[in-house]
Structure formats: structure tokens, C-alpha cells
């Protein structure tokens, strides 16, 4: 059983530019979660998406946007990237069926840097 | 709104029992979990309360009261690799998983 893996694992971006991150969920899971974390702070919720549709999203503007495809891996996608984006992202799944399905397991995160 | 309180900070010895404590004020409540997060690293789950009372798993044990908006994550025999931040999170009422969740506290663990 393979774990979330996202891609890439760091990221330096200009300010104004786009990114697109990447995450593989784990196998069997169906429910794909973004978070941003700026350090020292606790992760932020962007959005979540449950069989390819979007299912909840946080206090995001329109510019952080999302898919989730039919084998469930996801992506985020940022337009006219802020300074402010600087952050960790991270990825969850949920949702397999031999864990209680609320549980979330976490990717390793994306390290994105916006100068 | 939405809002979860956690000690920002938190120092204890090796080998003794430190309690961190959680509050909540959310629009639904589905559950609370606390997750531990090394730096640099993700976080990882320790543990899931949904009804009132405390859940042991071998040196953590969690323990929530709804009626209070309150949970508290107790760590035993305190290691130095327990070093960490630990935040909590509380799943909002609602038909998805949306989490909201606490700055998280840092706790660090002295020889």
C-alpha cells in the first residue's frame, strides 16, 4: 500500500506567475484534502474534493483552484501568486475502507517560495 | 465563527506526564483529533474523539468534553523525540471532512 506522495517537494515561484501542485492519495482512498501552512502556524483548510467534485472549501480567494481526477490524485492550482502564498502545502486523503474513513494521512507537502 | 485555543508553547522534563489543552467554538462539531507534526514534516494522526470521555493508546491518551467545547491530549513517560508541535482539530458539522484547526503547541522536552 503506497502512501500520499506530492510533487514537487519544493517550488520557488515569482510573484504574478501560476504553480500547480500535485498529490497521489492513498490507495483506496477517494477523498482528497489541500491545506496551506505558513510556519509556525497550524494548517489552514483551501479545500477538499470527493470523487472528482469539489466538497467543501475554505476562506480561499478564487484564484486557488482545484481537480481531482478518476484515480482520485488531485491537483492545486494558484494564479497570480501573492508573497503571501509562501507556505507549506499539504495534501490528505480520506475516505479508504480499512481505516475509519475521517482519518486523514498526510503527504510530506509542498514547500512553495514566492519572491 | 470558527475558532480552537491551544498554549503556544509548552516545556516539560523527560520521562514526566504533560497535559495540553484544546478549546473549541465551531458552528458543528463531527469529532476532534490531534495530530503531531515535526518540524518540516507533516503531521501525523495520534488520535479521534467523537463522544465524551477519554480514549487511551499506549503514552497518549486524549480526552474531550462536548458540553465544555474542551480536549486535552496527555503524553506519559515523555521521550525527547515527542519534541514536537501538536495541533488539534476539530471536523465541522457538514457532509464533507473540512477541518478547522489550532495553531498548535510546541512542545519541547528536556534531558
Same mark, same amino acid.
Given at each position: 500500500?503506497?502512501?500520499?506522495?506530492?510533487?514537487?517537494?519544493?517550488?520557488?515561484?515569482? !510573484? $504574478?506567475?501560476?504553480?500547480?501542485? !500535485?498529490?497521489?492519495?492513498?490507495?483506496?482512498? #477517494?477523498? =482528497?484534502?489541500? &491545506? +496551506? +501552512?505558513?510556519?509556525?502556524?497550524?494548517? +489552514?483548510?483551501?479545500?477538499? &474534493?470527493? !470523487?472528482?467534485?469539489? #466538497?467543501?472549501?475554505?476562506?480561499?480567494?478564487?484564484?486557488?483552484?482545484?481537480?481531482?481526477?478518476?484515480? &482520485?490524485?488531485?491537483?492545486?492550482?494558484?494564479?497570480?501568486?501573492?508573497?503571501?502564498? /509562501?507556505?507549506?502545502?499539504?495534501?490528505?486523503? /480520506?475516505?479508504?475502507?480499512?481505516?475509519?474513513?475521517?482519518?486523514?494521512?498526510?503527504?510530506?507537502?509542498? !514547500?512553495?517560495?514566492?519572491? | 465563527? *470558527?475558532?480552537?485555543? *491551544?498554549?503556544?508553547?509548552?516545556?516539560?522534563?523527560?520521562?514526566?506526564?504533560?497535559?495540553? #489543552?484544546?478549546?473549541?467554538?465551531? @458552528?458543528?462539531?463531527?469529532?476532534?483529533?490531534?495530530? *503531531?507534526?515535526?518540524?518540516?514534516?507533516?503531521?501525523?494522526?495520534?488520535?479521534? #474523539? =467523537?463522544?465524551?470521555?477519554?480514549?487511551?493508546?499506549?503514552?497518549?491518551?486524549?480526552?474531550?468534553?462536548?458540553?465544555?467545547?474542551?480536549?486535552?491530549?496527555?503524553?506519559?513517560?515523555?521521550?525527547?523525540?515527542?519534541?514536537?508541535?501538536?495541533?488539534?482539530?476539530?471536523?465541522?458539522? $457538514?457532509?464533507?471532512?473540512?477541518?478547522?484547526?489550532?495553531?498548535?503547541? @510546541?512542545?519541547?522536552?528536556?534531558?
Amino acid at each position: 500500500e503506497t502512501g500520499v506522495t506530492q510533487s514537487p517537494t519544493h517550488l520557488i515561484k515569482t !510573484r $504574478g506567475q501560476q504553480v500547480t501542485l !500535485r498529490c497521489s492519495s492513498q490507495s483506496g482512498h #477517494n477523498t =482528497v484534502s489541500w &491545506y +496551506q +501552512q505558513a510556519l509556525g502556524q497550524g494548517p +489552514q483548510f483551501i479545500f477538499q &474534493y470527493y !470523487r472528482e467534485e469539489e #466538497n467543501g472549501r475554505g476562506n480561499f480567494p478564487p484564484r486557488f483552484s482545484g481537480l481531482q481526477f478518476p484515480n &482520485y490524485s488531485s491537483e492545486l492550482n494558484v494564479n497570480a501568486l501573492e508573497l503571501d502564498d /509562501s507556505a507549506l502545502y499539504l495534501c490528505a486523503s /480520506s475516505g479508504g475502507r480499512d481505516t475509519r474513513s475521517y482519518e486523514q494521512y498526510f503527504g510530506p507537502g509542498t !514547500r512553495l517560495t514566492v519572491t | 465563527g *470558527q475558532n480552537i485555543d *491551544q498554549p503556544t508553547e509548552m516545556t516539560a522534563t523527560e520521562g514526566a506526564i504533560v497535559q495540553i #489543552n484544546c478549546t473549541y467554538q465551531t @458552528s458543528g462539531f463531527n469529532g476532534l483529533f490531534w495530530y *503531531q507534526q515535526h518540524a518540516g514534516e507533516a503531521p501525523t494522526f495520534l488520535s479521534y #474523539n =467523537v463522544l465524551d470521555g477519554l480514549e487511551e493508546k499506549g503514552r497518549f491518551s486524549s480526552f474531550l468534553s462536548r458540553s465544555k467545547g474542551y480536549s486535552y491530549l496527555l503524553l506519559k513517560e515523555l521521550q525527547m523525540k515527542d519534541s514536537a508541535s501538536y495541533l488539534c482539530a476539530v471536523i465541522v458539522a $457538514g457532509n464533507n471532512r473540512k477541518l478547522i484547526w489550532g495553531l498548535g503547541t @510546541s512542545l519541547g522536552v528536556n534531558p
